[in-house]
């Protein structure tokens, strides 16, 4: 029986989603390949081997389901993703900490990783409320998380600090179950088309 805490493989046609293990920081460190995939994430982008065990380590470290998600039709790791801010008594997570490689950008991984992801949350955990957070200067993330059918709920702001050390405002999105069968079957769609 799957638990709150447990991140379970998740397989599809073109990504499969495999709980986070330190044998995939090779793999993140290859899809690591363009400072723009970190430029709002609060880790820096891996550009040794240490380096990615230890984003690795921090991850497994965190309160977080995490997974590194791998491009099917390649084999190669594309990026990794997480629920975080999990609370089984509210039947809520969030998705985040999500980065893919440039060249995975606009393909079919990232959409059909948040379908596994969202189906995952209101089918298997029985969530109520799946909720998105995100750099208010991330224009390109807002864009995403709108296309996937989020709702955007407001801004937090001076919410987290930036790397950098500067204030972070963060655009908060949620979808609720009740919201979850028309998306799933738009996001079904936009994949086979």
């Known amino acids: ?5 447990d991140a379970v493989e998740l397989a599809g046609r073109h990504v499969r989603l495999e709980p986070l293990h330190p044998g ?5 460190l290859a899809a690591a390949d363009d ?14 081997m240490e380096q990615a065990e230890a984003l690795v380590a921090r991850y497994l470290a965190m309160p977080v389901s995490a997974w590194a998600q791998r491009d099917v039709a390649s084999g190669d790791v594309a990026g990794m993703t997480t629920f975080y801010d999990v609370d089984e008594e509210l039947r809520t997570v969030a998705i985040g900490h999500t980065w893919l490689g440039r060249r995975f950008w606009r393909t ?8 596994l992801l969202l189906t995952h949350a209101f089918e298997t955990l029985g969530c109520v409320r799946v909720v998105w957070h995100t750099d208010i200067r991330n224009e390109r993330s807002q864009a995403a998380i709108a296309r996937l059918g989020a709702q955007r709920e407001g801004v937090l702001r001076k919410h987290k600090v930036r790397r950098d050390g500067s204030w972070r405002d963060t655009v908060q999105f949620s979808m609720l179950d009740d919201e979850w069968p028309a998306v799933r079957a738009a996001l079904q769609a936009r994949l086979a088309a």
């Not at 029986?1 to 805490?5: A, V």
């Not at 995939?24 to 993140?28: E, F, I, K, R, Y």
């Not at 991984?109 to 379908?115: G, R, W, Y």
């Open 1 to 5: 029986m799957t638990t709150w805490g």
């Open 24 to 28: 995939h920081a090779g793999g993140l």
């Open 108 to 115: 079919s991984v990232n959409t059909e990783a948040k379908l």
């Open 35 to 48: 400072d723009a995939v970190f430029e709002h994430l609060r880790p820096a982008r891996p550009t040794t």
